[in-house]
């Protein structure tokens, strides 16, 4: 009898089974497939690649598009103020993340509560865009470097993922450590800060991967100093241009050069902006799951 | 004197100290803005941590007509940065005020110390006013008495008499007293840095309202004679063709975040579905690769879309391969079914990763279940619905509530990178019709207008969200936010 009900549900179960492979392994191809055919693109036989000739496998493989690129001003200079943002932007986040996600722990704090919330429901407000561009243009922080850091320094998300996870370490620790006369500072650094390393890495990733795509405040903010845009920021424009220009072929008959370059350029960008993403992510990725759902669920 | 007249002196200290700060990021009270041409956006603050707008911005062409001396310049900064320092000594004092009584000496000798470098330094910017005026063409350079000077004088004045009062009447230390503070006050100066630089980004944009209530365009002064009241109010629903406008721009607001909330089960799914595939390895390497794509910008979505839908691009190989196609077309210029398009990318980028905090959930469900529903003789279906799922729904109803208190704000960067001159009229959601009005559009009523939307999105999102905790805390007796 219940052998029977086993056998009748295996039919299903193989079906099932079929369909699901089939589904994920789609997917999952979809997912990863346009990185490929970035990366075949940028290195092939230029002419092919403008044509669209290039769609399965590169051919004439070679690596000019990228060694000429990094020579272009413009870009090393974007390249160096994204790297620039995002190690100063990353550290001084995690640092405060840490530090305050620790503190709002502590229940001894003259009004715990009322600053948790202060601090936390910015989250669910803002004053809108052109208010946020005249307080930034206001506090001197458009056309400036360091408008792309100090407002990024608090995060609420990140402070609450950081606290709850604190929370979830035994008390125990700190409390020897108290007795042994260590002050907050010390217990911090030399206690929690080690302890929390899953979910700082976490934090890292989210807000190193957050600056290095940053491109709205770059738009919004630095208008006026073209030398301090982002890498991303500089894509945005060769694409628009591209995009443009595609049109205007269409229609007439331009200059085709100007059309082959820049899907080169554009593409040969993006791919080498994707490069470090794709080198750091795998190593990270097992960290969230665990610091996720401690964090994102209670909230 | 009593202990209780030093504690309600130190309180009374306490505020001052912040009412001058306050003063300090406020543009209106700046002492140092002396010329028309300083713009009003600039608060003493401002005017201290970025030189370059005295040096560069203010008076490099005066500089060059002569019209002003450079000395003049440096006075005014000087005088600036050390009225400025005279405040940050107030706000130093202030915190050591929440020490022991040997501490609180200490600050309010910092405080007197800081209040009579404040008004050295307001003395300097009156000095540098002088010899502003001395030049014949300080006309040019149109000259304003600011309201700051007294301001802060009065300020300063007022804490030099409140410090040595306090002094007076606050008990003398004892011999071997050491400097001390309550952990309860330590803690909350260690992390009053922390509630500056949210006060200064999260809460001060707010003061940014009232552009909804004045005649301003981007670089111009406000003052209050281009106060208009609600005019713009009136303007925004009374002009046609606006709302007009505003009618189609929600339409794709509420289309877009409606498809997305139709569709917040797919993430659950996701998960459902790919813990149902029982090797570790296939499902690990799934994972990590469907989740890539959300770690990448918009900028390089659409670079990826360019790059395969563009008129070379893969997908016009793979249609004329197939036959489907004669010629190549750049299927991003085709605007048709733009609400589709947005959601397809939207889940090409998020679904992994939305998938993660179920797969986290599901991995916390108790694995006893499953194995007394299988002896029970629930098959593969019935385990899913019967405890997966109902383990996961608590976590589905909270993001489905944020989803729906959300439901205004669709974000900016995916349809600022997709938009292009054709597709406006269906790719326009309300975050990229305030960017549009107000940043990229100069005409007169841009920014109070986009400051309106922006308000009223603001509102309307945080009800929602009240309103949708209240749901939750009725429905399940826990709060989302």
Not at chain 2, 148 to 160: E, K, N
Not at chain 2, 247 to 276: D, H, Q, Y
Request: glycine letters at 8%; proline letters at 3%; one cysteine or more.
């Amino acid at each position: 009898m219940k052998l029977d009900h086993y056998k009748k549900s295996s039919g299903g179960d193989i079906a099932f089974n079929i369909f699901n492979g089939v589904f994920f392994t789609l997917f999952t191809i979809i997912c990863i497939f346009p990185f490929y055919y970035l990366f075949i693109n940028t290195i092939s036989d230029n002419e092919l690649v403008s044509s669209g000739r290039i769609n399965l496998l590169p051919q004439g493989i070679h690596f000019t598009n990228y060694t000429a690129l990094m020579q272009a001003a413009e870009l090393g200079r974007a390249l160096f103020i994204t790297i620039s943002r995002t190690v100063l932007g990353t550290a001084s986040m995690v640092l405060t993340s840490a530090f305050v996600g620790y503190l709002v722990t502590k229940d001894a704090m003259f009004g715990r509560k009322f600053i948790y919330r202060f601090i936390i429901i910015t989250m669910y407000f803002n004053a809108g865009l052109i208010p946020w561009f005249m307080n930034m243009h206001m506090l001197g922080l458009t056309n400036n470097f360091w408008g792309y850091i100090i407002p990024a320094i608090v995060q609420p998300f990140n402070i609450i993922l950081v606290k709850t996870y604190i929370e979830s370490i035994p008390k125990e620790l700190e409390e020897s450590a108290f007795m042994d006369g260590a002050g907050y500072f010390t217990t911090f650094r030399a206690i929690v800060l080690p302890l929390c390393k899953p979910i700082l890495a976490t934090i890292t990733v989210f807000g190193a991967v957050g600056h290095w795509n940053a491109f709205t405040d770059s738009i919004i903010l630095m208008q006026a100093e073209p030398t301090l845009y982002t890498l991303q920021h500089r894509l945005y424009l060769y694409l628009q241009f591209a995009s443009d220009i595609g049109d205007v072929l269409r229609e007439g008959s331009l200059d085709v050069d100007l059309m082959l370059s820049n899907r080169v350029v554009s593409l040969t960008v993006s791919m080498g902006s994707i490069i470090p993403i794709l080198c750091v992510y795998p190593f990270m990725q097992r960290y969230f799951q665990k610091g996720l759902m401690l964090g994102a669920v209670k909230g | 004197m009593t202990k209780s007249t030093s504690a309600t002196l130190i309180i009374i200290k306490r505020a001052l100290v912040v009412l001058t700060c306050f003063a300090a990021f406020f543009p209106a009270f700046n002492p140092a803005k002396m010329s028309g041409l300083i713009t009003g956006n600039a608060s003493l603050f401002t005017n201290t941590i970025s030189p370059g707008i005295i040096f560069n911005d203010v008076f490099n062409r005066p500089l060059r007509m002569e019209w002003i001396e450079y000395s003049t310049i440096q006075t005014i900064y000087f005088g600036a940065l050390i009225t400025f320092l005279g405040v940050a000594a107030l706000a130093a004092a202030a915190c050591l005020s929440f020490g022991n009584t040997k501490l609180r000496r200490l600050g309010l000798v910092v405080a007197l110390g800081g209040s009579v470098v404040g008004i050295v330094g307001n003395t300097i910017l009156r000095v540098a006013y002088g010899m502003m005026n001395e030049n014949a063409n300080v006309h040019r350079l149109e000259p304003i008495e600011p309201l700051g000077f007294i301001l802060f004088y009065v300020l300063f004045a007022a804490m030099i008499v409140l410090a040595v009062a306090t002094l007076v009447s606050l008990p003398k230390s004892e011999e071997n007293e050491k400097f001390q503070m309550d952990s309860k006050y330590r803690l909350f100066l260690m992390i009053l840095p922390f509630l500056v630089l949210v006060a200064l980004f999260a809460y001060l944009p707010l003061w940014g309202w009232r552009y909804a209530f004045f005649n301003f365009r981007l670089g111009q002064e406000l003052s209050m004679e281009n106060f208009v009241g609600f005019r713009w109010f009136e303007f925004l629903f009374g002009n046609p063709a606006r709302r007009a406008d505003i009618v189609r721009v929600l339409t794709n607001t509420f289309a877009l975040s409606g498809i997305g909330i139709a569709t917040s089960w797919l993430p659950m799914v996701f998960a459902i579905f790919l813990a149902e595939i029982k090797s570790n390895h296939p499902r690990r390497a799934i994972q990590t690769l469907t989740t890539i794509p959300n770690f990448i910008s918009w900028v390089l979505v659409y670079s990826v879309a360019f790059a395969i839908f563009s008129t070379e691009g893969f997908l016009n190989w793979m249609l004329m391969n197939l036959g489907i196609m004669e010629s190549g077309t750049n299927h991003l210029m085709d605007n048709g079914s733009m609400w589709l398009k947005m959601w397809l990318w939207g889940t090409w980028k998020g679904l992994g990763w939305s998938a993660i905090i179920y797969i986290a959930g599901i991995s916390s469900i108790d694995p006893q279940l499953y194995e007394a529903a299988t002896v029970d003789g629930a098959g593969r279906f019935r385990r899913m619905w019967h405890i997966t799922v109902p383990g996961l729904a608590s976590t589905f109803f909270v993001l489905l509530l944020l989803g729906i208190a959300n439901v205004l704000s669709n974000g900016l960067e995916q349809y600022l990178v997709f938009q292009n001159h054709a597709n406006r009229s269906t790719i326009e959601v309300l975050d990229l019709y305030i960017y549009n009005q107000g940043l990229a559009s100069q005409t007169s009523s841009a920014v109070p207008l986009a400051t309106i939307m922006g308000m009223l999105k603001s509102i309307i999102s945080v009800t929602l969200l009240f309103s949708a905790n209240k749901v939750s805390k009725l429905l399940r007796g826990e709060s989302i936010v």
